[in-house]
């Protein structure tokens, strides 16, 4: 099984609200990564965590927060966000760290901030 | 600097003719590659993947890829094109950060009946 699921696939909040985007993977991968992607542009890297350590920060705004809870989730939480974080926002899990590892990427969750 | 190029922002096939993706790396050391597809609003699938060995890799859903070190290349090909490939393609090199991909610009595959 190569899936990975992520939950909601679309999602729509204000500038006020709180919320949280999921990801799960079941294929025993210890590396998992958080993309956002605006249209026609490929994913930018956010986030890598590694064996439940967050590894990499691509200098990520705090209104975005990282969490994984074990080696099969992550999750997401967002706080005011502003509306130019809409986007396509894609999980992503891979073996290890290493080069040589693809990463399996999820369907996304389609963020609209209003 | 690790760099990926696509040179190509979009391209139109008619439907059963062949296709060529290009596909031009920039990186220090031996490259890992990888080429991944992307439905309007999906995520992305894994097309196919070059490590070493053989220059030529078959991937999912009829298509192959070829590396040329001399080039630093490794463009995508598919003989027969049929209206489900159209999609934006992305080519990808692993790079030395730890989990890092560093993609193309991508290239914007359309169909023509």
């Known amino acids: 099984d190569t899936e990975v699921t992520q939950t909601p696939k679309h999602l729509v909040m204000g500038m006020t609200n709180k919320k949280s985007l999921k990801c799960e993977q079941h294929?025993?991968?210890?590396?998992m990564y958080w993309y956002k992607q605006k249209a026609k542009k490929p994913p930018e890297l956010m986030f890598v965590y590694s064996y439940e350590k967050l590894s990499i920060n691509e200098s990520v705004p705090s209104r975005f927060s990282p969490e994984c809870p074990n080696s099969s989730l992550l999750n997401l939480h967002l706080h005011a966000l502003q509306p130019e974080d809409s986007a396509l926002y894609l999980c992503?899990?891979?073996?290890?760290?290493?080069?040589?590892?693809?990463?399996?990427f999820g369907p996304g969750t389609r963020l609209t901030v209003t | 600097a690790q760099s990926v190029t696509q040179p190509d922002i979009h391209i139109t096939v008619s439907e059963g003719a062949s296709l060529e993706l290009r596909c031009n790396y920039s990186?220090?050391?031996?490259?890992?590659l990888f080429w991944y597809v992307q439905s309007p609003g999906q995520g992305l699938q894994l097309l196919l993947k070059y490590f070493s060995g053989d220059t030529l890799v078959q991937g999912i859903k009829g298509f192959e890829a070829e590396f040329k070190r001399s080039q630093s290349s490794f463009n995508l090909r598919k003989p027969s094109v049929h209206w489900s490939d159209a999609a934006e393609y992305f080519c990808a090199v692993g790079g030395n950060q730890g989990g890092k991909l560093i993609f193309g610009q991508g290239t914007e595959l359309s169909v023509k009946p």
């Open positions: 990186y220090g050391a031996t490259p890992y």
């Open positions: 294929m025993g991968h210890r590396a």
């Open positions: 992503a899990s891979s073996q290890g760290l290493e080069r040589n590892y693809e990463q399996y």
